[in-house]
C-alpha cells in the first residue's frame, strides 16, 4: 500500500531536549517536505526536499533542521525544542512535474507538545 | 511567501446544497491544488490544476482557475453530511531551481443533514 509514515504521532516533551520525527515513504518520490499546522494559521512549510541531499526552506525553517541521505526518508530534527514548535506536523511527499509538484500524499501527523 | 488565502473562512450549508469556495494567490503558479482535512487527520488530494487549465472536474468536485485573476474556485455540489471537512488551496510555484508549496488558512466547510 502506498503511503506516508509518521512516527511517533503522539509526543510531549520538554524545552531544549531534542527529538527527532521520522518521515518515510514507499512511492519512491523525489520530493518530500515537512509542514506544520497552528490554528488560525493553516499549513505552514518548513522544509522540503527535491530529492536525495538537496534540502530548501520552506516558510518557517527557524528551530528545525533536516537531512535527505536516502530517498526514502525525511527526519526533521529539533535540536532544542521551545513551546512555540508545540504544533501539529506534516510530512508529505510527491513525484516532481516538470515546472512543479505534483499531488502531495500526506501522513497521519504528528502532534507535538513542548512543555 | 505568496500564501494562497480561502473565502469563506466557513461556511454552513444544508445537505443537498451546493458549496463554494474561493482561493486567491498572489504571484505566478506552476499548478494549483485542493486538498481536503478532517479534523486534525492527514490532508487528503482532491483535484490538481495546472496554469494552463480554466476548468476539471472530478465526481461533484468542479475547479476553475482564473489565472488573470489569480484566483481558483472548489464548487461541491449535492453536498453530503460526510464532505464536512476543512478545505485547503496550495500554489505550487518555482523559482531558482526551488519548488515551494504554499497553502492557505482553509475553509472550513460544515454540512447539515
Avoid at chain 1, 79 to 104: H, R, V
Wanted: hydrophobic content about 30%; glycine content about 8%; aromatic content about 8%.
Amino acid at each position: 500500500e502506498a503511503q506516508v509514515t509518521q512516527n511517533p504521532r503522539y509526543l510531549i516533551t520538554v524545552t531544549g531536549k531534542k527529538l527527532t520525527v521520522t518521515c518515510s515513504q514507499n512511492m519512491n518520490h523525489e520530493y518530500m517536505s515537512w509542514y506544520r499546522q497552528d490554528p488560525g494559521l493553516g499549513l505552514r512549510q518548513i522544509y522540503y526536499s527535491m530529492n536525495v541531499e538537496v534540502t530548501d526552506k520552506g516558510d518557517v525553517p527557524e528551530g528545525y533542521k533536516v537531512s535527505r541521505k536516502e530517498k526514502r526518508n525525511f527526519p526533521l530534527i529539533l535540536e532544542s525544542p521551545s513551546p512555540n514548535q508545540t504544533s501539529l506536523y506534516f510530512c508529505a511527499s510527491s513525484l516532481i512535474l516538470a515546472g512543479g509538484t505534483d499531488t502531495q500524499y500526506f501522513g497521519p501527523g504528528t502532534r507535538l507538545t513542548v512543555l | 511567501s505568496q500564501q494562497g488565502e480561502e473565502d469563506p473562512q466557513a461556511l454552513s450549508i444544508q445537505e443537498g446544497e451546493n458549496a463554494t469556495m474561493n482561493c486567491s494567490y498572489k504571484t505566478s503558479i506552476n499548478n494549483l491544488q485542493w486538498y481536503r482535512q478532517n479534523s486534525g487527520r492527514g490532508l487528503v488530494h482532491l483535484i490538481l490544476i495546472r496554469s494552463n487549465e480554466r476548468e476539471k472536474h472530478s465526481g461533484r468536485l468542479r475547479v476553475t482557475l482564473d489565472t488573470s485573476k489569480k484566483s481558483s474556485s472548489l464548487l461541491i455540489t449535492a453536498s453530503r453530511a460526510a464532505d464536512t471537512a476543512s478545505y485547503f488551496c496550495a500554489t505550487g510555484h518555482s523559482g531558482a531551481g526551488s519548488y515551494q508549496l504554499t497553502f492557505g488558512k482553509g475553509t472550513k466547510l460544515s454540512v447539515i443533514p
